[in-house]
């Protein structure tokens, strides 16, 4: 069973970085495509940033396009994602979750997700 636990959240100013990690265990994290997904108060959940097995496939959604970047290190076991110029709006509690078919017709479609994280709170404020 593959277990997902995040790190590296927390509050930064406008315009500054961070970078969530995501380390799997139970299961080799090769075998599955990785998605970082958010969520903010009272809105629905949506596809951020994926990454295919190797890493050689990476998709952002537009919001965040040429601003975030996800990278993956399967000898570590860890995928990462890196957040610059951050903004108000990018404050969310974020997930990362694995599927081990990626097909790119639905990259976001959550519902493909076999496993979560229990997620990690980001806030970018003043």
């Known amino acids: 069973q593959l277990q997902l636990v995040e790190s590296g959240g927390g509050l930064v100013q406008p315009g500054g970085s961070l970078r969530l990690s995501c380390l799997a265990s139970g299961s080799t994290l090769s075998s599955y495509a990785i998605g970082w997904f958010r969520q903010a108060p009272g809105k629905d959940r949506e596809g951020v940033s994926v990454i295919g097995h190797s890493g050689s496939i990476t998709k952002h959604a537009d919001s965040v396009t040429g601003r975030f970047i996800i990278s993956r290190d399967n000898a570590k076991n860890t995928v990462y994602l890196q957040m610059n110029s951050l903004k108000p709006e990018d404050t969310a509690v974020y997930y990362c979750?694995?599927?081990?078919?990626?097909?790119?017709?639905?990259?976001?479609?959550?519902?493909?997700?076999?496993?979560w994280g229990q997620g990690i709170q980001v806030t970018v404020s003043t």
């Open positions: 979750a694995a599927r081990k078919v990626l097909s790119v017709l639905t990259l976001f479609d959550d519902d493909e997700y076999e496993y």
